[in-house]
């Protein structure tokens, strides 16, 4: 019998007091001592001086990541995806016709075992399969050509239980957002802030490939915003796992039969450029196999360390429009019945199957949003699909429980999504509900705060770090500036 407390209890973490003493070696420097926030815990505050980071696998560091380190004879790093107990994928983007392999080994700087050689070709994504790894491992690796060796890089397999790690957030990037919501300078910052925490993973949570605003919208260009954010998301090293947004137009109303149109465009080119996982004997998810695309590769769940993470996504299994329509205005939106959203028979039974043969320590869930529109989480916690009891009698007669309802049936530790573009923490019948803040976003405001009546609310911009041990769950908030050092803006444990 697992021992997961059906009622997960939340701390606050203050800078000095009782709650610092849990924190163990963690620093909060750059933090004020804590005031009470909404839920009665202890918010901490900056102070004005710059701060340093600390935390699990994070050393003391200020910021100054410089462009990712792109290999001769490649247009961007090597983005890993997939990774596994045994094995992790590395997908290479060639800049020319060149043949390469990838060098590996358990020590820095000794690679003593070699893939196949494969042959790449310019702008075309290469997927090798590294295996026959250790798991909880290190593994040191890099890329080589008939030209030389690239860069050193580093992967971790998956952490046995019982072994401490760090894996980090991001909300949506929106790159097309260019002056409003996204800078250049601010993202970089913030991924080098993500990769000095050393994460065994990284999640994006959508909105970061937006083709909502392209001038021209074909295979070729949305392609593009596919490989815009490759460079980017390469700063961090680690593999990333990616959160179907309502922007990325990747959902099952835009199909039409066809290999031309903007749905098909999307997700080929998120799953050629990002590898995404796919059920196997590692992870378990989304069986469906969509003419010209093959396996979405959109929901999907996986253990890690004692951690059990859960991605769900509602564009893929709902027939009509879930939010903006493709093309359309916005306003368009107000008129749906939010209730025709829906994960899907199918993926309602695999969340519910999953939860219930759980045996990890800590579930988290994460989705791109409640329903996939709207605005707020607590408030939309008990809406529609995602928590409306009552209103099950009547528009989902055959599933027994809502989803909010399963989470915390099952003890679910931490709920993430993104859409809102604000840092909110609320805490619903026991589940901490986590809304990501922008990562690059200059502006230090707070978007649809008012979605988020009673929340703990932080402004923009920054990453979540989030600790994994045995008996706890540490989310931090590592705001990061254009002018000065990151901080720990809120810190919370969840045991
Ligand atoms: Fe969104
Ligand atoms: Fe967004």
Not at 52 to 58: D, I, Q, R
Not at 216 to 231: F, I, K
């Amino acid at each position: 019998m697992i021992d997961r407390p059906s009622r997960r209890r939340f701390i606050g973490l203050a800078a000095a007091g009782a709650g610092a003493a849990a924190l163990g070696p963690i620093v909060l420097a750059g933090c004020d001592a804590g005031t009470p926030d909404a839920t009665g815990a202890s918010v901490l505050t900056p102070s004005s001086s710059p701060g340093t980071v600390g935390g699990p696998g994070a050393a003391a560091s200020t910021l100054t990541a410089g462009p990712a380190p792109t290999d001769a004879g490649f247009s961007a790093p090597p983005l890993l995806g997939r990774p596994t107990d045994r094995s992790i994928t590395v997908n290479s983007l060639p800049s020319t016709t060149t043949s390469f392999h990838i060098e590996y080994g358990t020590e820095a700087g000794r690679y003593e075992r070699r893939t196949p050689a494969q042959d790449g070709v310019a702008g075309r994504p290469v997927e090798s399969l590294v295996g026959g790894l250790e798991p909880g491992t290190r593994y040191y690796y890099r890329v080589v050509t008939p030209t030389g060796p690239g860069a050193d890089r580093t992967v971790v397999t998956r952490r046995e239980p019982g072994t401490p790690f760090v894996f980090t957030v991001q909300g949506d990037s929106h790159p097309e957002r260019a002056g409003k919501q996204f800078d250049a300078g601010l993202y970089v910052r913030t991924l080098g802030s993500t990769a000095a925490d050393s994460p065994d993973f990284s999640i994006a949570m959508g909105d970061d490939f937006s083709v909502d605003t392209l001038k021209t919208v074909n295979a070729s260009t949305v392609r593009d915003v596919y490989l815009r954010q490759r460079p980017w998301l390469g700063l961090v090293g680690a593999p990333w796992f990616l959160v179907n947004g309502n922007h990325e137009q990747a959902s099952r109303a835009n199909l039409d039969g066809t290999p031309d149109n903007v749905a098909v465009w999307a997700q080929t080119s998120r799953n050629s450029l990002y590898p995404q996982p796919a059920p196997d004997g590692f992870y378990t998810g989304d069986t469906e196999v969509v003419p010209h695309i093959g396996s979405l590769r959109d929901y999907f769940a996986f253990t890690w360390g004692d951690l059990l993470l859960i991605f769900l996504d509602p564009y893929w299994h709902t027939p009509g429009v879930v939010d903006n329509a493709f093309g359309a205005d916005r306003t368009t939106k107000a008129k749906r019945n939010v209730w025709d959203n829906t994960s899907g028979e199918a993926q309602y039974r695999w969340f519910a199957e999953t939860l219930r043969s759980a045996t990890a320590r800590h579930i988290v869930v994460v989705t791109h949003h409640v329903n996939g529109t709207g605005r707020g989480g607590a408030t939309a916690a008990k809406s529609y699909e995602w928590g409306d009891a009552a209103g099950y009698r009547t528009n989902r007669p055959t599933w027994p429980k809502t989803i909010h309802q399963l989470m915390v049936d099952h003890g679910v530790s931490l709920f993430l999504q993104g859409h809102d573009h604000v840092f909110a923490h609320e805490v619903v019948d026991g589940v901490n509900y986590q809304t990501l803040p922008d990562p690059a976003n200059t502006n230090p405001s707070s978007d649809n705060a008012d979605a988020y009546p009673g929340a703990v609310i932080h402004p923009n911009s920054g990453h979540l770090r989030i600790g994994v041990d045995p008996d706890r769950l540490r989310v931090e908030y590592v705001r990061s500036f254009l002018d000065r050092s990151d901080e720990v803006a809120y810190a919370y444990e969840v045991r």
